[in-house]
């Protein structure tokens, strides 16, 4: 299996700030990585796709970077409503793996 | 806009067969392009994907859990169900089902997904 790892597991930042949070495979993926934000008692929501495309709907504030093994997610000018979790998932195996979650508060 | 929906018995006792069906509404299960997965999200775990089926019939399952795992399709129901056996405490999760897409320059994305059902395993 390949091993997500994201960091940190958990960060706090004021409305308008600007986070960075990484996801690390444990081998090559190329650009197959896609990030999800989660809220408790919701479904994922996904928000980029192979890398650095932005899902159709998704505010222009996230944003997605890497390939190979290193991988970003930067939310530019926080909204209170961005508070959640966040995964990143590889699709380079065709045994699909996620990380274990950025808990972002605001 | 597609959507998901769980269903599904929510306590099953240990050594049982776990059985949900998601039902798709807004769009046809059999549509090219699509896979449909189920992902559970262990407590105080992350995200586990469980396996996918396509709507020819095609599967294809994490190795993790491989032996105990079945998925299949109803085209006609726009439904599909996962069924996993001699379930145990550890397979206490939220189950989810969600469209795998594999087009228009997403490369297995999950893109729509339900909004899950608690299952606990316990007697």
């Known amino acids: 299996d390949i091993q997500m790892t994201q960091s940190p597991s958990s960060l706090s930042a004021s409305v308008g700030d600007r986070v960075t949070m990484t996801c690390r495979a444990s081998q090559r993926i190329n650009r197959s990585l896609n990030w999800y934000q989660q809220k408790p008692g919701k479904a994922p929501k996904l928000l980029i796709y192979t890398a650095s495309s932005l899902e159709n709907g998704v505010p222009s504030r996230f944003s997605g970077s890497g390939s190979g093994t290193d991988f970003t997610l930067t939310i530019s000018g926080l909204q209170p409503e961005d508070s959640a979790t966040y995964f990143c998932q590889q699709s380079y195996s065709s045994a699909y793996t996620f990380g274990q979650g950025t808990k972002l508060e605001i | ?123």
């Open chain 2, 1 to 123: 806009q597609v959507q998901l929906q769980e269903s599904g018995p929510g306590l099953v006792k240990p050594s049982q067969t776990l059985s949900l069906t998601c039902t798709v509404s807004g769009g046809s299960i059999s549509s090219g392009g699509f896979y449909w997965s189920w992902i559970r999200h262990l407590p105080g775990k992350g995200l586990e994907w469980i396996g996918y089926i396509y709507y020819t019939g095609s599967t294809h399952y994490n190795p993790s859990l491989n032996s105990r795992v079945s998925i299949s399709v109803d085209s006609s129901k726009n439904q599909f169900s996962l069924k996993l056996s001699s379930v145990t405490a550890a397979d206490t999760a939220i189950y989810f089902c969600a469209r795998d897409n594999d087009s228009s320059g997403h490369y297995h994305t999950f893109d729509f997904w339900g909004q899950g059902t608690q299952v606990t395993v316990s007697s």
